[in-house]
């Protein structure tokens, strides 16, 4: 007992001590921890230096990782916010499944594999990774942007589809029989189990939550923790995945008065076991099998840069998105995700998939998670490329003509304001509020739809193209204002603007001084750096609070603002 003691403790340490090495090492080069995680599995795995002697303990823990994290996911679900990305998350989110799974099947089938394999090969590499999207774009300051609220809305169907999956996909490793009677049992052994969940969700849950609450804040937390592990054990019970368990669990729990504590309470265990279960899955990765079939490897890898990029960046264009928030949805979208991880396990325990399909599935994951960065850094610069081509050029101006209807062409000495959602918003009511003469150029549907509404002069397109702000009269413009949170769109905006009238007054957005630096070479008469400006306006408030006239705080603030200007 001891010796298997200390063997555990060893294991463990070695799986944390590299997550913690291999995390820090992907912050440097800026990648998602997820793929450090993931990395240090496969470097201390059987198929790497083999350190860690007991795997099958580490794979225990790592699967209640998997029910945290989709405990989690249920605490964090709310209608309201699938309300709010709307049909093209919603309608194009489960036509982008489906259709990717179609494109699966059959590339599935070309290589030989049976139809139920092909069928649950084709919906794990539907889906994509929430957290290495979300992680890039709040970098980049793009989560509000078009492109970033149609990935994250399509990433959250995507993560709802999950559950469906998990149930009915399993039922295709059936042992022959009718698979419509089996899929059906499974059917109603979630119903039956959604039914006991709900019934205790609504009746027992609030009232055990709230009794534990008023006594002791770590008994709240053994509760929720014992809630969640509670329900993915009775699914098991009922030959389902306790992942849907947990989930389920979540969901109900989420929607009483106790859900923000419990999911604040429960988020660092979760991170700490789901980095096991990345761990975990580096370790079960076969590069042997990798090097070995590096064709096949490859052929998956190119259809999901190609096809899957093609299919997930269709689907904005079909719901009256541009061509650049369509082309940047694709490529963020083109991964697969962390939840087909879970999926690979669901069907490689249902004997659904084999070891090889599983082992050609991690090993594409993990090479377009890596990709996945690179080049979402670069899509700005690739979009200007493409965009020049023939075709592509066609479909830029499909979504830019037929506007004139909705603005004064004869427009002049206006403010052009280059935007993407709230600022816009901002900017127009003060200069309609002192008359001053504009027109807005976004990206956003909502936001045109609703400046227009009001009577606003607004183009829907992207304020990079030189043909965009040729027809908002920049010519004859008397100030520009790019308030865009990308840098790349900014410094493009800027270039095109300065060709058409070089001597127009520019005012930009910048997130440091490299950018203000650069901006200002290039002739922007002013920069504003958001950071900055809340660290001035918090100053501003404290500085009054300790009792300094206004007067002296306009002063000091003056100052900082010179010294924080790139001469």
């Given at each position: 007992?001891?010796?298997?003691?200390?063997?555990?403790?060893?294991?463990?340490?070695?799986?944390?001590?590299?997550?913690?090495?291999?995390?820090?090492?992907?912050?440097?080069?800026?990648?998602?921890?997820?793929l450090?995680?993931?990395?240090?599995?496969?470097?201390?795995?059987?198929?790497?230096?083999?350190?860690?002697?007991?795997?099958?303990?580490?794979?225990?823990?790592?699967?209640?990782?998997?029910?945290?994290?989709?405990?989690?996911?249920?605490?964090d679900?709310?209608?309201?916010?699938?309300?709010?990305?709307?049909?093209?998350?919603?309608?194009?989110?489960?036509?982008?499944?489906?259709?990717?799974?179609?494109?699966?099947?059959?590339?599935?089938?070309?290589?030989?594999?049976d139809?139920?394999?092909?069928?649950?090969?084709?919906?794990?590499?539907?889906?994509?990774?929430t957290?290495?999207?979300?992680?890039?774009?709040?970098?980049?300051?793009?989560a509000?942007?078009?492109?970033?609220?149609?990935?994250?809305?399509?990433?959250?169907?995507q993560?709802?589809?999950?559950?469906?999956l998990?149930?009915?996909?399993?039922?295709l490793?059936?042992?022959?029989?009718d698979?419509?009677?089996?899929?059906?049992?499974?059917?109603?052994k979630?119903?039956?189990f959604?039914?006991?969940?709900?019934?205790?969700?609504?009746?027992?849950?609030?009232?055990?939550?709230?009794r534990?609450?008023?006594?002791?804040?770590?008994?709240?937390?053994?509760?929720?923790?014992?809630?969640?592990?509670?329900?993915a054990?009775?699914?098991?019970?009922?030959?389902?995945?306790?992942?849907?368990?947990?989930?389920?669990?979540?969901?109900?729990?989420?929607?009483?008065?106790?859900?923000?504590?419990?999911?604040?309470?429960?988020?660092p265990?979760?991170?700490?076991?789901?980095?096991?279960?990345?761990?975990?899955?580096?370790m079960?990765?076969?590069?042997?099998?990798?090097?070995?079939?590096?064709?096949l490897?490859l052929?998956?890898?190119?259809?999901?840069?190609?096809?899957k990029?093609?299919?997930?960046?269709?689907?904005?264009?079909?719901?009256g998105?541009?061509?650049?928030?369509?082309?940047?949805?694709?490529?963020?979208?083109?991964?697969?995700?962390?939840?087909s991880?879970?999926?690979?396990?669901?069907?490689?325990?249902?004997?659904?998939i084999?070891?090889?399909?599983?082992?050609?599935?991690?090993?594409s994951?993990?090479?377009?998670?890596?990709?996945t960065?690179?080049?979402?850094?670069?899509?700005?610069?690739?979009?200007?490329?493409?965009?020049q081509?023939?075709?592509?050029?066609?479909?830029?101006?499909?979504?830019?003509?037929?506007?004139?209807e909705?603005?004064?062409?004869?427009?002049?000495?206006?403010?052009?304001?280059?935007?993407q959602g709230?600022?816009?918003?901002?900017?127009?009511?003060?200069?309609?509020?002192?008359n001053?003469?504009?027109?807005?150029?976004d990206?956003?549907?909502?936001?045109?739809?609703e400046?227009?509404?009001?009577?606003?002069?607004?183009?829907?397109?992207?304020?990079?193209?030189?043909?965009?702000?040729?027809?908002?009269?920049?010519?004859?413009?008397?100030?520009?204002?790019?308030?865009?949170?990308?840098?790349?769109d900014?410094?493009?905006?800027?270039k095109?603007?300065?060709?058409?009238?070089?001597?127009?007054?520019?005012?930009?957005?910048?997130?440091?001084?490299?950018?203000?630096?650069?901006?200002?070479?290039?002739?922007?008469?002013?920069?504003?750096?958001?950071?900055?400006?809340?660290?001035?306006?918090?100053?501003?408030?404290?500085?009054?609070?300790?009792?300094?006239?206004?007067?002296?705080?306009?002063?000091?603030?003056?100052?900082?603002?010179?010294?924080?200007?790139?001469?």
């Amino acid at each position: 007992m001891e010796e298997l003691g200390s063997s555990f403790g060893l294991d463990l340490i070695i799986v944390l001590v590299s997550a913690v090495l291999a995390g820090l090492l992907a912050r440097r080069f800026r990648l998602p921890l997820l793929l450090g995680y993931l990395g240090a599995g496969i470097a201390i795995g059987p198929n790497g230096f083999g350190l860690v002697q007991s795997p099958g303990v580490i794979e225990s823990m790592a699967t209640v990782g998997v029910i945290l994290l989709l405990f989690t996911l249920g605490l964090d679900f709310s209608l309201d916010e699938l309300k709010r990305v709307g049909k093209v998350a919603v309608l194009g989110g489960l036509i982008q499944i489906v259709v990717t799974a179609g494109f699966g099947f059959l590339l599935g089938r070309g290589l030989g594999w049976d139809i139920n394999a092909s069928i649950f090969f084709g919906f794990m590499v539907s889906l994509s990774s929430t957290l290495i999207v979300l992680k890039i774009l709040m970098d980049k300051g793009e989560a509000e942007a078009p492109h970033g609220r149609v990935m994250l809305g399509i990433l959250l169907v995507q993560d709802i589809c999950l559950i469906p999956l998990m149930i009915i996909l399993p039922a295709l490793g059936g042992e022959g029989g009718d698979i419509g009677l089996t899929i059906g049992v499974a059917f109603a052994k979630a119903a039956a189990f959604i039914l006991a969940m709900f019934g205790l969700g609504f009746w027992v849950f609030p009232r055990l939550l709230g009794r534990v609450a008023s006594h002791s804040h770590e008994l709240f937390l053994l509760s929720v923790i014992t809630l969640s592990l509670g329900a993915a054990l009775g699914a098991t019970a009922l030959g389902l995945s306790p992942a849907v368990g947990a989930f389920i669990a979540g969901l109900l729990i989420g929607q009483s008065m106790y859900a923000k504590q419990a999911l604040a309470d429960i988020i660092p265990l979760r991170d700490i076991f789901g980095a096991l279960f990345f761990v975990s899955l580096g370790m079960l990765a076969n590069l042997n099998f990798a090097v070995e079939n590096i064709g096949l490897v490859l052929l998956v890898v190119v259809f999901l840069l190609v096809i899957k990029s093609l299919v997930a960046g269709a689907v904005p264009w079909l719901f009256g998105y541009t061509f650049q928030t369509s082309f940047t949805t694709g490529i963020g979208l083109m991964q697969i995700g962390e939840f087909s991880f879970v999926l690979a396990g669901v069907g490689l325990a249902s004997s659904v998939i084999s070891d090889s399909i599983y082992a050609i599935t991690i090993s594409s994951a993990v090479i377009t998670m890596i990709i996945t960065p690179f080049a979402l850094s670069f899509s700005g610069a690739a979009y200007r490329k493409v965009s020049q081509w023939p075709l592509a050029s066609k479909l830029v101006s499909l979504r830019t003509s037929g506007q004139a209807e909705f603005m004064d062409l004869d427009i002049s000495n206006h403010a052009v304001i280059c935007s993407q959602g709230g600022v816009a918003k901002t900017l127009t009511r003060v200069m309609n509020r002192r008359n001053f003469p504009f027109l807005v150029i976004d990206l956003d549907p909502q936001t045109i739809a609703e400046l227009r509404r009001q009577k606003a002069p607004a183009i829907y397109g992207d304020a990079a193209n030189p043909e965009i702000l040729r027809f908002a009269r920049l010519d004859k413009a008397r100030l520009l204002i790019c308030a865009m949170p990308g840098f790349a769109d900014t410094e493009q905006v800027v270039k095109n603007a300065r060709k058409i009238n070089d001597r127009l007054d520019i005012v930009a957005r910048v997130s440091s001084d490299i950018q203000a630096e650069k901006l200002k070479k290039m002739g922007v008469s002013e920069v504003v750096q958001p950071e900055f400006e809340v660290g001035l306006e918090l100053s501003r408030h404290a500085m009054h609070r300790f009792g300094m006239t206004t007067i002296e705080i306009q002063y000091i603030l003056n100052s900082l603002r010179n010294m924080g200007k790139p001469e």
